[in-house]
């Protein structure tokens, strides 16, 4: 199989696509990863992590075809140079690359794409899965010329995976039988490995009893406001010993840190940055809470029910509901909703029972996204597709 890759920033899809790598039995599966451009995150945390038996290529392996991609990542490409970017990768970047991918094909039964080969899907003869990670909802809404544009590409893979059942849903409404095939792909979790990393030793983020929130610090999506408005409220309220832990980074941390000591909790609110093993800081706490607008599949909600974490969640497309087992496995909250999360941690805080039975439903949970239930899953989609490639 090849996987393929953009590039490597410090979102949810590099962390899933790393857990994939890991956990494929290799009796089934050899695996290339082709990666577009080798960003700094690629070479500073991500290489180190990919298994050592998993080749990797990256596409545009000259520097030349980096130039504009490295002032990106420099943060130092002005208008023009986007325009420069676009008018490079059309005449330069895009023919290198599909005369590197027609090369790889010839060598691999199964591309996996992350939906960014569109353009070249179902070419050069092996089979071609492409793998959604969002919301289509949230992600296209009314835009209904993108939505006809996506339909066309999409329609060139062999089959198209979404990450649940909620984001199938979305698909099956929206691009109706566009598709040639379609499946339904958790994202997978190595639960030893993360019981491992949770058990690392490291300084505790402050000296009381915390609540942990593990997420990239982008308003748009994650909706810190709200958490901390309902922390704030809960410290007012209920006078709770329990801190809160924010791991993550991103353009709002400033805002966010302002906005805690705008609401009286600076003190109380712990900005603890990226984390390359968040499992043990989370392993420490006595809930995860996830506040997002939207979400894919959050790994972190996978990653702390592996932990045995109590999770709060808001209900938001997609994914925390069905991870949570419409509320069995972890408790939801209304997107946006400062008064129901802070009951919501209420309750969870004082009744120590009900954290004991969260904790149980949650290794049960956990299992169903674990090694052996992924590759299952992985298996009959591979061979659903490679043998009508046969046909």
């Known amino acids: 199989m090849l996987f393929h890759i953009v590039d490597f920033g410090n979102g949810g899809i590099e962390t899933s696509l790393i857990q994939w790598l890991r956990i494929f039995d290799r009796a089934r599966f050899s695996v290339t990863l082709s990666v577009m451009h080798p960003s700094p995150a690629f070479h500073d945390r991500f290489r180190a992590l990919i298994p050592p038996d998993v080749k990797i290529e990256i596409l545009a392996d000259k520097n030349w075809l980096n130039y504009f991609q490295s002032r990106r990542y420099a943060q130092r490409l002005s208008k023009l140079g986007r325009i420069g970017r676009d008018v490079f990768n059309t005449l330069a970047v895009r023919p290198y690359v599909k005369r590197r991918v027609e090369a790889l094909a010839r060598s691999h039964a199964l591309i996996v ?121 809960l410290v007012r309220s209920a006078g709770i010993e329990e801190h809160l832990v924010i791991v993550g980074d991103g353009a709002f941390r400033g805002e966010l840190e302002a906005l805690a000591k705008d609401f009286g909790i600076g003190d109380r609110v712990h900005f603890a940055g990226f984390r390359n093993n968040p499992h043990a800081l989370v392993a420490g706490a006595r809930l995860q809470v996830l506040s997002s607008c939207y979400e894919g599949m959050p790994m972190v909600l996978l990653e702390a029910l592996a932990l045995g974490k109590p999770v709060i969640a808001s209900d938001c497309p997609t994914g925390p509901r069905e991870i949570l087992g419409n509320g069995r496995f972890g408790m939801l909250f209304p997107v946006g909703s400062v008064d129901a999360l802070a009951d919501a941690l209420r309750r969870l805080l004082a009744d120590e029972s009900l954290r004991a039975r969260m904790k149980e439903r949650a290794l049960e949970r956990a299992e169903e996204y674990g090694i052996a239930a992924s590759n299952e899953r992985f298996a009959r989609c591979a061979a659903e597709l490679l043998a009508n490639e046969a046909r």
């Open 113 to 233: 794409d992350y939906m960014s080969l569109r353009r070249l899907a179902g070419r050069f003869g092996p089979a071609w899965l492409g793998v959604n990670h969002f919301s289509f909802d949230a992600r296209l809404g009314k835009r209904e010329r993108k939505k006809r544009r996506l339909a066309a590409q999409f329609a060139r893979y062999d089959g198209v995976a979404a990450l649940n059942e909620h984001m199938a849903e979305e698909v099956r409404k929206m691009f109706g039988g566009a598709l040639r095939r379609f499946f339904v792909l958790p994202n997978a979790i190595d639960i030893e490995r993360i019981r491992d990393n949770g058990e690392a030793r490291e300084a505790p983020p402050c000296d009381a009893p915390y609540i942990i929130s593990v997420a990239r610090l982008d308003e748009i999506q994650k909706d810190h406001r709200t958490l901390l408005r309902a922390y704030a409220e």
